[in-house]
């Protein structure tokens, strides 16, 4: 991140860090959770199934169509049961 310039505005310089955590974690499986935890995962699989459906025909139109409920996991169905203060997350 040496050649970073500096001036940049907030969102540039976030992009610039998002990247970088992309480069940097490539191949350890971790993309995922950064997408979730910075509440970008909707955005940038959408636009990733845009760019691969142009060129990968056979791909059903489910893919890379990421729906609010899948950014949780569900809850195990027997901590729900037996916790009656305990919901399973929306959608599950």
């Given at each position: ?20 955590e992309?480069?940097?974690n ?26 691969q ?8 139109s ?31």
């Amino acid at each position: 991140m040496s050649n970073i310039q500096s001036g940049l505005s907030q969102s540039q310089f976030r992009k610039e860090i998002y990247h970088e955590e992309r480069v940097e974690n490539a191949f350890e499986n971790h993309r995922w959770f950064q997408l979730v935890r910075t509440d970008r995962a909707i955005q940038v699989m959408t636009e990733n199934g845009n760019q691969q459906n142009k060129y990968q025909k056979w791909l059903p139109s489910s893919s890379y169509n990421i729906q609010e409920y899948k950014l949780l996991f569900p809850m195990p169905t027997h901590n729900v049961d037996i916790n009656d203060n305990l919901e399973q997350n929306p959608g599950w």
